[in-house]
């Protein structure tokens, strides 16, 4: 019910900047939450940024150097002072509510590299 496609991800030297992006494609659905998760090679994957319940909220790594946005169907991530343990695939996230069941859904992952 609910599709989501990132773009925006990419090589970039420590201290740029990149910018995701995300797209919902939804039907019938109320989108509760949108934001971004994370996974670098070897670890577990991690919450970056998200929107949920009207309130931002970031992983401590990353509070001051990234920013989340987002209109009721898309989700951006500002991300600014890159470091090279900010490598990951970027994982757009959306929960969203049927009935009395809460469900999540993924995007495709976009790969962020930077480099030292």
């Known amino acids: 019910q609910v599709q989501l496609v990132e773009s925006g991800g990419g090589l970039v030297q420590a201290g740029g900047s990149l910018r995701l992006s995300c797209a919902a494609s939804?039907?019938?659905?109320?989108?509760?939450?949108m934001g971004w998760y994370r996974q670098a090679p070897g670890k577990e994957r991690e919450m970056v940024a998200l929107h949920a319940g009207g309130a931002f909220s970031y992983a401590d790594s990353v509070r001051g150097r990234f920013i989340v946005s987002r209109t009721p169907d898309n989700v951006y991530l500002q991300m600014n002072n890159l470091k090279p343990e900010d490598t990951a695939v970027y994982y757009c996230?959306?929960?969203?509510?049927?009935?009395?069941?809460?469900?999540?859904?993924w995007g495709q992952g976009t790969q962020v590299y930077v480099s030292s």
């Open positions: 939804r039907q019938g659905v109320t989108l509760n939450a």
């Open positions: 996230y959306a929960r969203f509510r049927v009935g009395l069941r809460d469900y999540e859904d």
